[in-house]
C-alpha cells in the first residue's frame, strides 16, 4: 500500500547545502493572493476530527513552534462528512522553517497500514494539516500544488487544514474538488460527532488473525518504493 512516491533521503553535506537551497528559495516565496474558495466545490459539507486526530495536530504544532510542520489525514467520508480518526505527524527525515516544512514519504507510506488495520472500517487518506506562521490562513502557491498532488492521489478532492496559532490554536480547513474549486469548511472537533458511523471502532484479535495474509501483504518496503 503506497500513497505517495518516495525521493531517496539525503544526508551529510548535501543535505546541509539541499536545506540551504531550500530555505533560501522559500524565501522569495510569495503567497497566492487570490482567495481559495468557490461555491462549486460541494463533495464536502464539513470535517470532523477525532480527539485523538486534533490532540495529534496541537501536539505536534506545540513541539515545532515557531517552525511549520504539518501531517497527513486519515479516516472515512460519509454524507459529504469528512470523518478524521487519525492525523499523523510529519514523520523522521524532515524539514521546518518558519516559513517551509517538509514531510516524510516513506514514514506515511509505512504508517498509513499500521494505523488503518486497527478500525474496523479501515482509513483512507483524506488530505493534510499543516501550521501558518502568524495568522495567515491562505495558502501560498506551494501550497497550492501540494493540495492538488493529494487531490488528484485521492481522486474526489481533498481537505487541507491550516493550524494558526494567534495566540490560541486556530482551524481554518478548505475542500479542494476533483473539479480543482476551493470552499472553505465547517470544522468540528470530538468524537462525539463520529457517533452513528462506526468510523472509530476498531478491529477485533480475530479479524486480524482472519486477515493475516493481507496484513502481510501489505508492509511496506522502502527499498522497493
Request: hydrophobic share 35%.
Given at each position: 500500500?503506497?500513497?505517495?512516491?518516495?525521493?531517496?533521503?539525503?544526508?551529510?553535506?548535501?543535505?546541509?547545502?539541499?536545506?540551504?537551497?531550500?530555505?533560501?528559495?522559500?524565501?522569495?516565496?510569495?503567497?497566492?493572493?487570490?482567495?481559495?474558495?468557490?461555491?462549486?466545490?460541494?463533495?464536502?459539507?464539513?470535517?470532523?476530527?477525532?480527539?485523538?486526530?486534533?490532540?495529534?495536530?496541537?501536539?505536534?504544532?506545540?513541539?515545532?513552534?515557531?517552525?511549520?510542520?504539518?501531517?497527513?489525514?486519515?479516516?472515512?467520508?460519509?454524507?459529504?462528512?469528512?470523518?478524521?480518526?487519525?492525523?499523523?505527524?510529519?514523520g523522521v527525515y524532515t524539514l521546518h522553517t518558519r516559513a517551509h516544512?517538509?514531510?516524510?514519504?516513506?514514514?506515511?507510506?509505512?504508517?498509513?497500514?499500521?494505523?488503518?488495520?486497527?478500525?474496523?472500517?479501515?482509513?483512507?487518506?483524506?488530505?493534510?494539516?499543516?501550521?501558518?506562521?502568524?495568522?495567515?490562513?491562505?495558502?501560498?502557491?506551494?501550497?497550492?500544488?501540494?493540495?492538488?498532488?493529494?487531490?488528484?492521489?485521492?481522486?474526489?478532492?481533498?481537505?487541507?487544514?491550516?493550524?494558526?496559532?494567534?495566540?490560541?490554536?486556530?482551524?481554518?480547513?478548505?475542500?479542494?474538488?476533483?473539479?480543482?474549486?476551493?470552499?472553505?469548511?465547517?470544522?468540528?472537533?470530538?468524537?462525539?460527532?463520529?457517533?452513528?458511523?462506526?468510523?472509530?471502532?476498531?478491529?477485533?484479535?480475530?479479524?486480524?488473525?482472519?486477515?493475516?495474509?493481507?496484513?502481510?501483504?501489505?508492509?511496506?518496503?522502502?527499498?522497493?518504493?
Amino acid at each position: 500500500m503506497k500513497l505517495f512516491s518516495t525521493p531517496p533521503v539525503l544526508s551529510g553535506k548535501k543535505n546541509k547545502k539541499r536545506k540551504k537551497l531550500l530555505k533560501a528559495q522559500r524565501k522569495a516565496l510569495k503567497r497566492a493572493d487570490h482567495p481559495f474558495e468557490s461555491d462549486k466545490a460541494a463533495d464536502c459539507r464539513g470535517v470532523v476530527l477525532s480527539n485523538r486526530a486534533y490532540l495529534s495536530v496541537l501536539s505536534e504544532v506545540y513541539s515545532r513552534d515557531p517552525l511549520e510542520t504539518g501531517g497527513i489525514f486519515f479516516g472515512n467520508v460519509k454524507n459529504a462528512v469528512w470523518y478524521v480518526a487519525e492525523a499523523s505527524d510529519p514523520g523522521v527525515y524532515t524539514l521546518h522553517t518558519r516559513a517551509h516544512h517538509e514531510m516524510d514519504n516513506n514514514y506515511h507510506n509505512h504508517i498509513y497500514p499500521v494505523l488503518s488495520r486497527l478500525y474496523q472500517h479501515g482509513l483512507c487518506l483524506l488530505g493534510l494539516w499543516h501550521r501558518h506562521p502568524g495568522s495567515l490562513d491562505t495558502f501560498s502557491s506551494d501550497d497550492d500544488r501540494t493540495n492538488h498532488s493529494f487531490a488528484e492521489v485521492i481522486g474526489n478532492g481533498a481537505v487541507s487544514m491550516l493550524v494558526n496559532l494567534d495566540p490560541t490554536a486556530r482551524l481554518t480547513c478548505y475542500y479542494l474538488s476533483k473539479n480543482g474549486e476551493y470552499r472553505t469548511v465547517p470544522v468540528m472537533v470530538g468524537d462525539k460527532y463520529f457517533a452513528g458511523t462506526g468510523f472509530l471502532e476498531l478491529t477485533t484479535s480475530e479479524a486480524l488473525l482472519k486477515n493475516k495474509d493481507r496484513l502481510q501483504a501489505e508492509i511496506f518496503d522502502p527499498e522497493e518504493a
